[in-house]
């Protein structure tokens, strides 16, 4: 009969120890987000306009590509922070014909090895008007479950893979050096808010 008992305080240390790094991460997340919360739409317009400059420089074509949307979804900053379980945050913009139509959050959890806090920018196209109006019909639209976005690779000799560009919905992920390489935006979860 011990072994039930053993089983039992086992599970309850691990769900302890899993709650415990929850805290961890949300702790991290929050102070790393701290004043991206607080952010006026006047500040997120100004990281939109400079995040869409960096992404214009960084990938050949990306100009056309956003002037060809129905519309485009910028997160300059999402931050990934954790310490054994983690999440993602950050607040953007999806604009229209160049102009801010309303404003966003992306949350997302992630589980797994990880520590510490880093930030990466974000960049949805929507190719098409039904793809769009998909996404703003939603009161928060999850990726992967709501939408699929087809992350967008560069090539050889830094060239987009232009049957990708054929999907209703492309992202993009760049850190500051450029395009990165490996990541899923699998499970975010985007909602609309007030600026």
């Not at 089983?7 to 004043?35: E, F, G, H, P, Q």
């Amino acid at each position: 009969m011990t072994a039930p008992t053993t089983t039992a305080k086992m599970t309850s240390a691990i769900c302890r120890a899993l709650a415990l790094n929850l805290m961890l991460a949300l702790v991290l997340l929050a102070s790393a987000t701290r004043d991206a919360g607080a952010a006026s739409a006047r500040a997120i317009d100004a990281d939109v306009d400079h995040a869409l400059s960096h992404f214009y420089r960084s990938v050949g074509g990306a100009r056309e590509l956003v002037r060809d949307a129905a519309g485009v979804l910028v997160f300059p900053s999402v931050i990934k922070a954790g310490f054994g379980v983690g999440g993602e945050y950050g607040e953007g913009a999806l604009r229209r014909g160049g102009y801010t139509e309303g404003y966003y959050n992306t949350v997302s959890a992630s589980f797994g090895f990880q520590l510490g806090a880093q930030a990466r920018t974000v960049i949805i196209l929507f190719m098409s008007e039904e793809a769009l109006g998909s996404f703003r019909r939603k009161q928060g639209w999850k990726v992967g479950v709501d939408g699929s976005v087809a992350l967008i690779t560069v090539g050889v000799g830094g060239s987009i893979d232009s049957n990708q560009i054929k999907k209703p919905v492309i992202g993009f992920i760049l850190d500051q050096k450029g395009l990165m390489y490996n990541l899923t935006l699998e499970g975010s979860k985007i909602t609309r808010i007030d600026r």
